[in-house]
């Protein structure tokens, strides 16, 4: 695979950005491939390279990268129409009632610009509608570039994960494992009348995939309503991702008070989203005191991708086609993994996936589901991970240095480590999921 030109251009880049990049997730080693366009299910580097991706953005791209007419018409016209106003336009109400249509939980709604954006506006919010300063989050779990939750280290010795924020930011942040009851529960036992909110991606998809085990997120529920604590479940990934328009908190049944949304909400442009009960939402600026605001919020062009979006997904099984060949694809690796690399975890619902390089014994006999569901009675429970920590312990190094690579070589782009989730689009078809089944099957 020829790489000069990549090559050239990050020379030039890392003259003139940190690293040679704007985020740092895309700098992988020894140095980023640099996208051309992209086609379909499909990019084309800056050496004519072309792969399959499943990277799609980091989840906002369910469409891949052809988008559908209305939804390409919708963007042009609101493009062409003047970008942006600073005042409120149609479009934004519309996305407004559309969610609130779908998603339940969701009453009332703020658009940001991030996802970022709308957890740290969540945060916010959450302490200013309860007066408390404590945030519980779970150990692996990501919520963007922001202060309160870039935290590592156990419950008593809490620190921030990244030199320029205060220690004190990181006193107010509480980190538990995912899916250990005892654990959340010592801590409202402890210091129920202090905490704010738990704030939690409802599936794990930065640190995993880790599905959530049976009960779970119902506790949650339960401690976060006893003890007057709201419950965010943060669906900038899994929003309109799983679970199809009633998101992941239909899938699972369980109702948080405050959702944060991003990626696929904006239709492949910058955004973010903070929905919930009306008498929390309104308590931002200006309708309550906790101040929100942004010059680019709410921006037409990204309300009227967003909207055509979703639209389009309730209107023509967009659900059934991603989510067919998210199965056919982690049923197909769970078969290549039970013959290749039987400790592996296939792990991912809908149309997430990821194979986890699970280490430890593991017999031939002993095979999870296509895309691991935490089964009690699966023969592998006690060994899948159920925690960000499960999987840091995984074979984290083969993966980034040698099977990535290998994938790349084999026509097929992941996201570059371990951890982050990867995605399938409706640009994707069976042949496609054939050719990437070969190519595991070879870098495996
Ligand atoms: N929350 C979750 C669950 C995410 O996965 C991400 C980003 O991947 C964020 C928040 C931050 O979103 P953004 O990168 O748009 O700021």
Redesign the pocket.
């Known amino acids: 695979m020829h790489d000069e030109n990549s090559r050239e251009l990050y020379d030039r880049a890392l003259s003139v950005m940190p690293g040679g990049v704007n985020s740092s997730v895309r700098a992988i080693r020894p140095y980023p491939f640099f996208i051309e366009r992209g086609d379909g299910a499909h990019v084309i580097d800056a050496d004519g390279n072309r792969l399959i991706d499943y990277v799609m953005g980091?989840?906002p791209l369910l469409y891949g990268h052809d988008l559908p007419e209305p939804v390409r018409a919708a963007i042009q016209s609101h493009a062409s129409d003047g970008p942006m106003y600073g005042a409120p336009t149609e479009v934004e109400v519309e996305l407004a009632e559309f969610v609130c249509r779908h998603v339940p939980s969701v009453e009332m709604i703020r658009f940001v610009n991030?996802?970022?954006e709308a957890?740290v506006s969540a945060v916010r919010l959450a302490r200013g509608h309860t007066g408390r300063e404590k945030i519980v989050v779970m150990q692996g779990g990501?919520?963007?570039?922001q202060e309160s939750t870039l935290v590592e280290g156990e419950s008593g010795s809490v620190h921030p994960s990244s030199p320029g924020i205060p220690e004190s930011f990181a006193e107010h942040t509480i980190p538990v494992p995912f899916n250990d009851r005892e654990a959340i529960e010592r801590v409202f036992e402890e210091r129920g009348e202090e905490i704010a909110a738990v704030l939690t991606?409802p599936m794990l998809?930065?640190t995993g995939i880790v599905h959530p085990v049976e009960g779970y997120l119902e506790r949650l529920r339960d401690l976060t309503a006893e003890h007057g604590s709201l419950l965010v479940f943060?669906e900038?990934?899994t929003g309109f991702r799983v679970g199809g328009l009633g998101c992941a908190q239909g899938k699972f049944g369980v109702t948080p008070d405050v959702t944060?949304f991003?990626k696929i909400v904006g239709g492949g442009f910058p955004v973010?989203a903070i929905g919930g009960r009306m008498e929390v939402i309104e308590e931002f600026t200006p309708s309550g005191d906790v101040f929100q605001s942004g010059t680019f919020s709410g921006h037409p062009v990204t309300m009227a991708a967003g909207l055509e979006s979703l639209r389009y997904a309730a209107e023509n099984g967009v659900y059934e086609h991603v989510n067919g060949l998210g199965e056919r694809l982690r049923s197909g690796l769970r078969e290549l993994c039970e013959e290749r690399a039987p400790g592996y975890t296939v792990a991912g619902t809908d149309s997430m996936f990821k194979v986890i390089f699970t280490r430890g014994a593991a017999s031939q006999d002993a095979s999870c589901e296509a895309g691991c569901r935490q089964d009690p009675d699966c023969a592998r429970f006690e060994r899948c991970p159920k925690t960000g920590a499960d999987v840091d312990r995984a074979g984290t190094d083969r993966w980034e240095r040698l099977f990535w690579s290998a994938m790349r070589e084999e026509g097929v782009f992941l996201t570059a480590n371990q951890f982050e989730s990867q995605f399938v689009s409706y640009a994707h078809t069976e042949e496609d999921v054939e050719e990437t089944l070969a190519a595991y099957e070879a870098a495996l």
């Open positions: 980091y989840g991030s996802g970022t957890t990501y919520h963007g570039a991606e998809g930065n943060d900038v990934i944060t991003g973010g």
